[in-house]
């Protein structure tokens, strides 16, 4: 007899990324350049890290090889949020063009619909930059490596992504009352992708807590990399905070697929 389950929601966001991965590679040369562009993207923005680095000494007592650490961290988390919410940026085109009432009369999650209507290719080129630097960093930062530390680095970078995604699917799901929140996901990103890489430790205690508290940016890569770097000096939170960082990422995406789900509700189709 069939198995008429319906599948998880984890399954089918699976099976979908499958076969949006299986059509992008069809256009292998597009697939090819695009992950190289994204990888020499990535190395030029590490590059500019080197040289404020090396024009400075330090930042703020960290090394090149600290803050790289906490760039691999970052970029990786970063890497992993594309492949699961780089295709928030055209929620409010899904909504505009009407795309999402297809999405609504089929037997799978809307959310999962659109994450998954594209394969976002820059995430492959991402994923291998971050790779590559988060391993050789960890070799050279000073870091005393247990089983343990590298276990929460392995969460640590799977929070990030969901840090990353939290905030920019809450903003996202403004789409429903506001049309185009691309404006909101630019301005988020900006700050992601402007302070994400150093301490930030190094900037004035206010705009430290409003990166904790009020747009989550320290638990995506700074609050895990000084914990491992043993810079616990460092942190302006509690250390059973920033040891959470991982959990916190669960939470608020928890929260924000929550979020979307009710704004739905609020969704006016264009009528095509």
């Known amino acids: 007899m069939a198995d008429l389950t319906p599948p998880s929601t984890l399954r089918q966001f699976a099976v979908l990324l499958r076969i ?30 080197g040289v404020i680095v090396h024009a400075f000494g330090s930042i703020g007592g960290w090394s090149f090889v600290e803050v790289a ?3 691999g961290i970052r970029s990786t988390g970063h890497a992993l949020h594309g492949l699961l919410s780089g295709q928030l940026w055209m929620t409010a085109g899904v909504v505009r063009r009407g795309e999402f009432d297809r999405y609504l009369l089929r037997p ?65 799901s403004s789409t429903f009352r506001l049309l185009d929140a691309s404006p909101l996901l630019s301005v988020a990103d900006r700050v992601f992708v402007t302070f994400g890489p150093y301490p930030l430790s190094v900037l004035p205690r206010a705009v430290g807590y409003l990166l904790t508290f009020v747009l989550p940016l320290a638990y995506a890569a700074f609050f895990p990399a000084a914990l491992l770097l043993g810079r616990t000096k460092d942190l302006f939170v509690p250390t059973w905070l920033a040891l959470a960082s991982p959990a916190v990422g669960l939470l608020l995406y928890a929260g924000a697929v929550r979020l979307f789900h009710r704004q739905v509700r609020h969704y006016a189709s264009p009528g095509h």
């Open 108 to 172: 799978v999650d809307p959310l999962v619909q659109l994450l998954t209507r594209r394969f976002q290719i820059t995430a492959v080129g991402d994923v291998v930059f971050g790779l590559v630097v988060l391993s050789v960093t960890a070799v050279a930062a000073p870091v005393d490596w247990s089983v343990g530390w590298v276990a929460y680095l392995v969460v640590a970078v799977v929070g990030s992504a969901f840090v990353e995604s939290a905030v920019m699917l809450a903003l996202a």
């Open 69 to 71: 650490f906490v760039y």
């Open 20 to 49: 949006g991965l299986a059509s992008a590679v069809q256009y292998r040369a597009n697939f090819v350049l695009t992950s190289v562009g994204a990888i020499f993207y990535e190395a030029v923005s590490l590059a500019f890290v």
